[in-house]
């Protein structure tokens, strides 16, 4: 069965219209193309700011996954958008695994995009809880 992970994955752009530009460079790597990832990523352009977000429960996340570095190919994306155009964005990726203590976050962002961040913070984050039904 292996390890598993529950994982969150969100990309928070300017506009509507840089998200578009993006993921139409994004949609055309060959990694994106061959595990369909496009398809699992829920897209929200119309929303203030427009965002993408993948949502995976009880999942096998390993670098060396072609489909892992096809989701994580959008950080690289918007990166250069932001070197060669100006582009804002921010990302955040959160990951929880079966150990207590197993909790990854990654974010980045581009120069004064601290609202698109803060958005992103304020909208995921892990929690651990502890339930008792005595």
């Not at 670098?63 to 990166?79: R, T």
Request: proline share 4%.
């Amino acid at each position: 069965m292996g390890y598993r992970s529950d994982v969150i994955f969100a990309v928070a752009f300017k506009n509507r219209e840089q998200m578009e530009e993006i993921l139409a460079v994004y949609q055309m790597d060959e990694k994106v193309r061959t595990h369909r990832v496009i398809e699992k990523w829920k897209l929200c352009p119309e929303h203030e700011p427009p965002y993408m977000v993948f949502r995976g429960d009880d999942v096998k996340w390993y670098p060396n996954y072609g489909d892992v570095q096809a989701f994580e190919h959008i950080v690289s994306v918007c990166a250069e958008f932001e070197e060669h155009r100006g582009f804002e964005f921010a990302s955040r990726f959160v990951r929880i695994g079966e150990d207590d203590a197993d909790i990854e976050i990654d974010d980045h962002l581009s120069d004064d995009s601290y609202d698109l961040m803060d958005f992103l913070q304020d909208c995921l984050f892990p929690v651990r809880r502890i339930n008792c039904s005595l």
